[in-house]
């Protein structure tokens, strides 16, 4: 470095090579050459070599400085200013030439107004004497501070703005305050969710005064300015900084967590959480309430029963009461779901305004409501209410242009007797509510003992009939229908039979309603269907095979096919299979049913009308549909011979089937009388006992035969 700053200065060189070499390593030793330093070199107080910095702050140039004494310009320097501190110490320093020179170094730092000098005396110790100074301009060193100085103030400034900005985007308020609880800062979201305005959170606010500007804006909150600012510094001194909640006059709720600062004071933060509080309050309302009529779900109804259970004083009752809409399904296969929708609202709103404030009203799913009658003294008490919802509900409703009628069935059961948990009570309701729509609907009953014997009995057969079907334990019987002119054979009606493992002969009237109930009938149908196609297959061509279809299977998918499928497996003529459907079919859903009877129809397949008489019996339902034959319930033909009315309906049916070109059968002839009478009133077929009972498929062969040897002999 020395020899680049000397070729820069180029000054005159009278010394020897010696001497030269000895001021060069002293040059090197000391590595005073840095950044914003002046160099000087003398020997023998004669100025020998100097930088260009060095001249231009003496404002000379290099050949008017090299030779001037450097002695006399020290002492100019170091006019008006006191002693410097000299250090001396002695070292060993290497020349070019390789030889190490001793030498002592006398060092002085001397300031004058402008410039500080640091200078070292170097005597060589061989009788050689040079020195060299370091001169600093105080001017540069202020100016480099000062550039410091606002280059940091613009880093300052930056750090304030994006500071600034920083508080002033986030969703919290934040505000600041010392030790003596005085506002230090606070962000703009800070003042909007207490709506202060500028001069209301200057800085050094106390922060009572704060809450006071909050109160006067008609933002108070149900604690006192006092209590916030105490709530406020107890959590401060709280290690775990908890979180508290202020409910403001205007229905907000603000979230506030407090932090402590180093030295005092305190870090607060305020965020809005009203619709946070509004989501999750909906979410929660959500789950216990049901979605269309807003009434309290099972989940909530099991709260409030197992609530009013615990809180019932000794000798009060609870009593549930479950109830189910009777033709609610009507409703919705008729008018449509918005209707049926709008029904259960309607039901829902007359529920609520039967009960009293302390009760509950549910809706179970689908039309199933549900009462919890809290705190009533007697039984009596739960049969009144049942019976004015019964009264109520059955009142008709009026919906977009329909009148709309329902009824009610109501199962109840009480805590001092049918259980103690709200899941025993619905359960037994449950009972209780079917035995009521078993018993004619539109009325109530109360749970018994028995009632769970008998739901018992039902589930175990339920569970048997589902093994049953896999297990074969069915077997198709055949009864015959005779044509009354010829007194043969026409047709054989296919009837289920169930031969149970244990119990032997199980007759259909038990198990047919809980096979339609629990949708066992629709595999369990398609089976007798395709069993009865079989076995007419082996019978004389001219008889028939009458097949009953339940209500549940027409209303199932795929009936036609499944038909077609019997007949093509078969291999009988479609002609030859006669199905038989009852008025509660054509009840469910008119078109529907019409369009499928004309598809079976166009099979070529025929078609009954069974038990004719004993639902609704329109006559709409001939006119709509060309029945091939009308069978005439047996509850008429039992007591033709002694009753005017069963014998002049069994007229009327008759007269009306001929009239419009149908076939009529009478079912469940017995005797002799009946045979007269049905015949005399021009019945064309009979069925029942006084020919034969149903036989297995094994008999019917017997008893073509037996036929055919019969008619052999009278021959």
């Known amino acids: 470095m020395l020899d680049g700053l000397s070729r820069n200065v180029g000054g005159r060189r009278n010394a020897s090579e010696r001497d030269e070499g000895s001021l060069q390593a002293i040059w090197a030793a000391l590595n005073i050459a840095r950044e914003n330093k002046a160099l000087i070199v003398a020997k023998d107080g004669v100025i020998i070599n100097i930088n260009a910095l060095a001249c231009q702050l003496f404002e000379r140039t290099p050949e008017e400085l090299v030779g001037n004494s450097f002695n006399g310009f020290l002492e100019r320097s170091q006019a008006g200013q006191p002693a410097a501190m000299t250090h001396r110490w002695e070292t060993e320093l290497s020349a070019a030439s390789g030889v190490r020179i001793p030498v002592e170094v006398t060092y002085e730092l001397l300031r004058t107004d402008l410039y500080e000098f640091e200078v070292y005396a170097i005597r060589d110790l061989r009788e050689r004497r040079g020195a060299a100074a370091q001169i600093e301009n105080f001017n540069t060193r202020l100016q480099h501070q000062h550039d410091l100085l606002k280059k940091q103030e613009q880093q300052l400034r930056v750090r304030n703005v994006q500071l600034d900005a920083a508080l002033n985007n986030i969703v919290q308020g934040l505000a600041m305050f010392d030790a003596e609880e005085r506002l230090v800062l606070c962000n703009r979201r800070y003042a909007e969710i ?9 800085v050094g606010t106390p922060l009572i005064e704060i809450i006071r500007h909050r109160i006067r804006n008609r ?22 900084f908890g979180e508290f909640y202020s409910q403001l006059s205007d229905g907000r709720c603000i979230a506030i967590t407090v932090q402590p600062m180093a030295g005092g004071g305190t870090v607060s933060t305020h965020q809005d959480i009203t619709e946070q509080r509004r989501s999750e309050a909906k979410i929660a309302h959500m789950a216990q309430h049901d979605a269309l009529t807003g009434l309290p779900n099972r989940t909530l109804l099991d709260e409030q029963m197992e609530h009013a259970l615990v809180h019932a004083k000794h000798g009060e009752i609870v009593a549930t009461h479950l109830l189910d809409l009777d033709n609610f399904k009507n409703v919705n296969d008729t008018l449509g779901h918005p209707v049926g929708d709008k ?7 007359r529920l609520h305004r039967l009960v009293r404030e302390d009760d509950t009203v549910a809706r179970m799913g689908g039309d199933e409501f549900a009462i919890v009658q809290s705190r009533i003294a007697q039984p009596s008490d739960a049969t009144a209410l049942a019976q004015r919802v019964i009264t109520v509900i059955s009142e008709p409703y009026e919906i977009n242009g329909h009148q709309v009628v329902v009824g009610a069935s109501v199962g109840i059961a009480v805590n001092i007797t049918d259980g103690s948990s709200p899941d025993l009570l619905l359960r037994n309701a449950d009972l209780a509510l079917y035995r009521a729509k078993n018993g004619g609907r539109g009325t109530f009953r109360f749970f018994e003992p028995e009632m769970d014997a008998q739901m018992q009995a039902r589930r175990l057969m339920e569970s048997d009939l589902r093994k049953a079907l896999v297990g074969h334990e069915f077997e198709v019987h055949y009864q015959p229908i005779v044509n009354l002119q010829s007194n043969e054979i026409s047709a054989f009606e296919a009837l289920i039979r169930w031969q149970h493992s244990e119990r032997g002969m199980v007759s259909p ?10 949708g066992l009938i629709v595999p369990l149908g398609e089976w007798v269907l395709r069993t009865a196609c079989t076995a007419a297959v082996r019978w004389p061509d001219h008889v028939k095979i009458c097949v009953n279809l339940s209500a549940v299977q027409f209303r199932s998918r795929g009936l036609v096919e499944v038909v077609i499928g019997a007949l093509a497996t078969s291999g009988l003529s479609p002609g030859r299979l006669e199905l038989e459907i009852t008025e509660t079919v054509l009840l469910a859903d008119t078109e529907a049913t019409l369009a499928v009877l004309h598809q079976l129809r166009s099979l070529g397949v025929r078609i009954a009308m069974d038990d004719f008489g004993t639902g609704y019996s329109s006559l709409s339902y001939l006119q709509a549909f060309p029945f091939d034959r009308i069978k005439i319930d047996r509850s008429f033909v039992k007591g033709i011979a002694e009753d ?29 009388e009946q045979l007269d009478a049905v015949k005399a009133e021009g019945c064309t077929e009979m069925q029942g006992f006084l020919f034969s ?12 035969l037996s036929k055919h040897k019969a008619t052999e002999n009278a021959a």
Do not use: C, W
Request: cysteine-free.
């Open 219 to 240: 933002l108070h909150s149900a604690m006192s300015p006092e209590e916030i600012v105490d709530s406020m510094l107890r959590r401060r001194d709280d290690s775990h």
């Open 343 to 349: 029904l259960l609202r309607m039901v829902a709103d």
């Open 509 to 518: 009237g038990e198990f047919i309603p809980l096979a339609e109930e629990i």
């Open 644 to 672: 005017i009315g069963s014998l002049n309906i069994v007229r009327a049916v008759s007269a009306l089937a001929k009239g419009i070109g149908m076939a009529t059968t009478a079912e469940g002839v017995e005797t002799q």
């Open 194 to 202: 207490y709506e202060l305005s500028p001069d209301q959170v200057e």
């Open 693 to 704: 009972r149903a036989l297995p498929a094994r008999e019917i062969t017997r008893l073509f």
